[in-house]
């Protein structure tokens, strides 16, 4: 089964906790602090391989997390960094964060690697806090959580050149023609349901790589007749072959295939209109074609080259081959051209470091900061609860709480820490 496109869960690694610890020796009795450090976790990291050539993988797993840091330990050895974790992914991966659609990597070549979740840093150890007025300090901190996210996994295969058209116009007729690759083939729409890749050999290293992508519609671009996991694949493209029904055996006319397929193209990403094409007028060995083939000349030969091929018989197939190897060798590799829309903005806004509010008497203060100081200590520790009194004094809230009219006596609440306000 062929996956183009799947979603998963990454997170880092936890950081590992810091350690309270003294030396407590032989002829050392009151030795100093001696905890050591939590490690590092670990992250998750996406790295394209050559040999996948589909998610398919991701359909039995989608959650990945990496491995945690280990806990600091006694005379200050430092806990063991997390394992990341490489998650394999194919060429032409394109991830996006789930909930805004935005684009954070583009993996286009074997070998590159994108970290998408990093671990968190580990707690210091209360070997960390020594100073000249805390000599034995109970202090130690937690580690950071690891990055988490849902993210999308879109497969956009890489392929020198594409086949599109209106379905049922011959299209995988042709590759399995020109190549080894064995689509399903039969007279109905829709036989191909998947992306078809076959490498024609033109002589000893002259090769290209062809893909069939399964029939385009009007409304393609807005997702219809899965146009949108059709599209997806012409992207990666140099060149494109627009297969038409030249004898019209559907009951259209192919001039107007070729606009309302193009139309589709330039609503689904802009940049698709200036992407080289060469015209196949296929199905020359029905009734109707010459007519066609003569007027689809007179409108389109001057703008595009326009080749007569019956995938049935081969006829004209060759030649094409050949002309498309030679058209390949003066176009540059085309890198991945995605809209200003789909790029992901990092905005760069402060945000408040905490909020003072009085709720039914009672003096609430909560904001990212107070979170991440919670996370980072434990408040079962004496000297752990004095620092974070300390570090709430220095950030301002004591102030804060006072401009806003708290009086001596009054209940302050801190995520379920209630301290009494002493002015």
Known sequence: MFYDYTKIYVKGGDGGKGMVSFRREKYVPEGGPSGGDGGQGGSVILQVAEGLHTLADFHFQRHFKAERGENGKAKNMHGANGSDLLVKVPVGTVVRLAGTKEVIADLASAGQQFIVARGGRGGKGNARFVSSVNRAPRIAENGDLGEEKWIELELKLLADVGLIGFPNVGKSTIIAHVSAAKPKIANYHFTTLHPHLGVVSLGPEKSFVL?????????????????HRFLRHVERTRLLLHVLDIAGSEGRDPCQDFTVINKELEKYNPYLKNRPQIIVANKMDLSGAEENLVRLKKELGTKYEIYPVSAVTGEGLKELMFRTGELLATLPITPLEVSTEEFRLVKVEKEEPYQVELQEG???????EIERLLRKMDLNYEDNMERFLLILRQMGVEDTLREKGAQDGDTVSISGWEFDFLD
Do not use: Q, R
């Open 362 to 368: 009672i003096w609430e203060v909560y904001g990212p």
């Open 211 to 227: 893909v069939d992508i399964p029939g385009l519609i009007e409304g393609a671009s807005e997702g219809v007749g899965l146009g």
